[in-house]
């Protein structure tokens, strides 16, 4: 088992930054793959960015690639989405995942924090 607790969204001005956090419990951490999704107001759930056990490799969605960085801290058991050049269309709620058995399939999911981007 795993969980997730989810900090770090707020609102924020376009072209602002944040960085949302996700520590994990349960399971050693490094055991693992992890991703962030997200779900923008009246639209279904994405993949935004996803990262392998060791942080050795990544993946990004075509809509965040150069502005986000996904990143784990595996002494902290804590997983990082730093947003920079942030957009109107960034406003979502945005999920911490773990455990994937595929691209966008994963087994633990945190609660969720609000981001929301104003022009």
């Known amino acids: 088992q795993v969980q997730l607790v989810e900090s770090g969204g707020g609102s924020v001005q376009a072209g602002g930054s944040l960085r949302l956090s996700c520590t994990a419990s349960?399971?050693?951490?490094?055991?693992?793959?992890m991703g962030w999704f997200r779900q923008p107001p009246g639209k279904e759930r994405e993949i935004v960015a996803g990262?392998?056990?060791?942080?050795?490799?990544?993946y990004y969605a075509d809509s965040v690639k150069g502005r986000f960085t996904i990143s784990r801290d595996i002494a902290k058991n804590t997983l990082y989405l730093q947003m920079t050049s942030l957009k109107p269309e960034d406003t979502a709620v945005y999920y911490c995942?773990?455990?994937?058995?595929?691209?966008?399939?994963?087994?633990?999911w945190g609660q969720g924090t609000q981001v929301t981007v104003s022009s």
């Open positions: 995942a773990a455990d994937p058995s595929s691209r966008t399939a994963y087994h633990y």
């Open positions: 349960g399971r050693t951490f490094s055991t693992y793959g």
């Open positions: 990262i392998s056990r060791t942080g050795g490799n990544t």
